[in-house]
């Protein structure tokens, strides 16, 4: 069989052993790899009630069935592990290159179980698995472990995935890095790794890996990359200008978020745009494994350079700080980057904190000096270091902006669901997505169900974002389909040029196997239901498929969407009904006897 | 009537960033389009006052329009 290698490698780090199992074929019909199966793996193996710090949580760190192949953008990785923010069903996906090189290496799937005694690292190097002292690591940031690492290897080919500073201190907005700058950036797995005292995993492959129908995949890869070559996004505006073109956009729509969300139209949001980058800022760019779009940016800034920043990172450090500084904003996304913490939420918990300062509940004493406030660029940038060392204030403030806020009693000024920090759309000028913020089983997150794409960018149609009409079963489906494009290992944003029935014939043509779209949809379907049955056992409910005050209760104050509200009361019970589950939420017996579950 | 268009993206290419512009009473998108060489088939997204409308729409006084070529991200 092709995609797969067939391979799981676990790691019981209590007691000092590596072993290799079969990958379980049935369950990957089902499930497919990556997230879903990850997910599934995850769900079986890990009681609900574990503590996320733990060593009986588990970190599945999984590639989907076409990580590796000569798929477009089929680089990605996931990390699936219970979130210590929030508990529940944490899957954060990457790019780069070590995802492909795990499958190189022979490996579908890392599991990490148990704890260490001591700091150490993952060797992998085809069959030899080695476990490996990390003392002398320990500490670096990202940038300085991974030139180690290599170094020490002596193979330039080796490819490393590891943790800064803010894992190792167990920061619950950290994040685990690989290849120096692309994250598996939300949920806090970052502290997952930490809490395990492993510091990295580097990864040297030489295999290949298969496509069962390699004729086949002639024709279809071939119609695949003519389709991302011609379509505007894929073909003309991710190359050109990378994803912070969506600055502009987002920003004339009326719901781009600034100051925290106390505002959602920036009159000066055009300094810090992707037009604006591209002209003064790049110096090239910086395509994930086999990645034909190219959105990576590699840019430069007074005093140094590196990768980025994303659309998102350029939003939180920018307009929803207050500041229009690019060259701040670079220098808050490298020191991200260096310490392992997740852009978006971090600089969510600095503007939260930049509020909290604003209406009195945090005092100029507990500062020590370092500014906190709207528009204080520099201030900005040396909190984004004092959370990834846990000093100060920086300590608290790296739990996220929920127990920041909620420590000094408003936790309604963090703008989170279910914990976890929203990115940069404001839901109430778009339902679907609001919806979908809502709704997404790992909280406050964009890349779940891109409702933006229809309700703002038109793709694959144009959807009247102020609509309710049809929302629900919009969300549904890309929710399903997004769950299948992770799970294949491939980058979301190919789906701005392709549909599910392109996906089928790639994963046919991989794999051998002979998936209909409604079939393939199905295994998307499946990996929703699970992530959200596990979201049940930990305790969640429809109570919390909901969003901020300030997002729920209060129309958009300014700009062109001024006076929207999200009407998120009306489209809740229209999405359950749509997902087949009852009215508080629950998968209902028969939809789960249809899905085989 | 008094308008003002904002081009994004690759429409700034040997034109402006922001103009105002003085159009007839009861003119249409297209007609901000035409003199700027830009086909309706070229705009991907058209927001007027962030109202996402196509070429056939009327326009009013103090009208913000916004042109965009295909692009987006994430
Ligand atoms: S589109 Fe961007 S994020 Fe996605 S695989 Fe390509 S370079 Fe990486």
Redesign the interface.
């Known amino acids: 069989m092709g995609g797969y290698t067939g391979k799981v490698l676990r790691v019981n780090l209590t007691e000092g052993k590596t072993s290799t199992e079969p990958l379980n074929m049935e369950l990957a019909r089902k499930y497919l790899s990556g997230r879903g199966l990850a997910g599934k793996m995850f769900a079986d193996e890990v009681a609900a009630d574990v503590d996320a710090l733990s060593p009986e949580n588990k970190l599945f760190i999984a590639t989907g069935a076409l990580t590796g192949t000569n798929a477009p953008t089929s680089g990605r990785y996931v990390v699936v592990t219970k979130s210590p923010l929030n508990g529940v069903i944490a899957s954060s996906n990457s790019g780069g290159q070590w995802g492909a090189h795990l499958k190189f290496a022979g490996y579908d799937m890392v599991i990490l179980e148990g704890k260490a005694d001591r700091p150490v690292y993952i060797s992998i190097q085809d069959d030899v698995v080695e476990i490996k002292d990390a003392a002398h690591v320990w500490g670096k940031d990202v940038y300085a472990t991974t030139e180690t690492l290599k170094q020490e290897f002596g193979d330039d080919k080796a490819k490393v995935l590891s943790i800064g500073p803010a894992g190792e201190n167990l920061s619950l907005i950290s994040a685990v890095m690989n290849d120096l700058y692309r994250a598996a950036g939300r949920s806090g797995v970052g502290a997952v790794m930490g809490s395990k005292n492993v510091k990295a995993i580097l990864v040297r492959g030489t295999g290949k890996v298969e496509n069962a129908n390699a004729d086949v995949m002639k024709n279809v890869l071939s119609s695949a990359l003519g389709k991302l070559r011609e379509?505007?996004?894929t073909g003309?505006?991710?190359p050109?200008?990378?994803?912070?073109?969506?600055v502009?956009?987002i920003n004339?729509?009326?719901i781009y978020p600034v100051n925290n969300f106390q505002e959602s139209y920036d009159s000066q949001a055009?300094l810090i745009s992707?037009?604006t980058m591209t002209a003064n800022h790049l110096i090239k760019k910086d395509p994930c494994y086999r990645c034909p779009i190219a959105?990576g940016r590699y840019s430069k800034w007074e005093g140094g350079e590196g990768a980025g920043p994303?659309?998102e990172t350029v939003w939180v450090f920018g307009s929803n700080s207050g500041i229009h500084d690019f060259d701040a904003i670079h220098k808050a996304n490298d020191w991200c980057n260096r310490l392992g913490l997740d852009t978006i939420s971090v600089g969510a918990t600095i503007a939260a904190g930049m509020e909290l300062v604003q209406r009195g509940y945090i005092k100029p004493e507990e500062l020590d000096g370092t500014p906190l406030e709207f528009g204080n660029a520099a201030g900005m940038v040396e909190w984004v270091r004092k959370i990834g060392y846990a000093e100060g204030l920086g300590a608290k403030m790296a739990l996220g902006s929920y127990r920041l806020a909620e420590s000094y009693g408003a936790p309604e000024l963090s703008m989170t669901v279910k914990k976890l920090e929203i990115p940069a759309y404001d839901p109430r000028?778009v339902q679907g997505q609001g919806l979908q913020f809502a709704t997404s089983n790992r909280g406050g997150c964009?890349?779940r169900g891109?409702m933006?794409?229809p309700e703002?960018?038109?793709?694959p149609e144009?959807l009247?974002?102020t609509s309710l009409e049809g929302k629900a079963t919009w969300v549904k489906i890309f929710q399903d389909l997004t769950a299948v494009i992770d799970s294949l290992g491939l980058c979301?944003?190919s789906s701005?040029a392709l549909g599910l029935s392109d996906y089928a014939a790639l994963v046919n043509a991989v794999t051998g196997e002979n998936y209909s779209d409604e079939e393939l949809l199905a295994c998307g379907e499946r990996i929703w239901n699970n992530e959200r049955l596990h979201n049940l056992r930990v305790g969640y409910s429809a109570a919390e498929d909901t969003l901020p005050k300030r997002l729920l209760n209060d129309p958009i104050v300014d700009?062109?969407?001024k006076g929207q509200t999200l009407k998120l009361a009306e489209l809740l019970p229209q999405y359950y009904a749509e997902r087949g589950w009852d009215g508080a939420g629950v998968p209902k017996p028969e939809l789960l006897t249809k899905l085989g579950m | 009537m008094r308008v003002t268009v904002k081009l994004f993206a690759t429409f700034r290419d040997g034109r402006f960033k922001v103009e105002e512009r003085e159009l007839p009473e009861g003119s249409k998108v297209m007609s901000v389009l035409e003199p700027l060489n830009i086909k309706p088939e070229e705009v991907a997204i058209c927001l007027v006052n962030g109202q996402n409308v196509d070429e056939q729409h009327v326009l009013n006084d103090g009208d913000t329009i916004a042109l965009f070529p295909p692009v987006g991200g994430g």
Not at chain 1, 240 to 246: E, F, I, P, Q, S
Not at chain 1, 456 to 459: D, H, K, T
């Open positions: 379509n505007g996004v003309q505006g991710l050109t200008y990378g994803t912070a073109v969506l502009n956009i004339e729509t009326g055009d992707g037009e959105c994303e659309y000028g964009h890349v891109y933006i794409s703002v960018l038109g793709l144009k009247d974002r979301l944003f701005f700009g062109p969407s």
